[in-house]
């Protein structure tokens, strides 16, 4: 179990520059040191690096999505999902080797 005095340490965000009998720093207080000027809050750590593929196969996944509501005449729509469905198929094990392959 982490203690709360661990968590909270001078060097934690909004206690830097505070002096003796300063008000205690909130959340809100906090975040707004983190906006940038349009007001968006900027992020605290970078973002997770994406693995390779990861990018490809989310757009793959966006495109099969996408065709799933493409009209289609009736005597050719059930190949179409047939093929589709594989499709998701495939990719979603692609993921997944791509997730397993950070834990190797």
Do not use: C, W, Y
Request: proline share 6%; aromatic share 4%; glycine share 4%.
């Amino acid at each position: 179990m982490i203690k709360l005095k661990k968590l909270i340490k001078e060097s934690s965000p909004g206690f830097t520059k505070r002096k003796f009998g300063d008000p205690l720093p909130t959340f809100k207080g906090v975040m707004e040191k983190h906006k940038d000027n349009n007001g968006v809050v900027k992020e605290a750590a970078p973002q997770m690096r994406t693995k390779p593929g990861q990018k490809e196969t989310r757009a793959i996944i966006n495109k099969l999505e996408k065709l799933k509501k493409v009209d289609i005449p009736r005597r050719h729509a059930s190949k179409f999902k047939r093929a589709i469905k594989s499709a998701q198929d495939s990719v979603s094990k692609i993921e997944n080797i791509i997730r397993m392959s950070s834990t190797l």
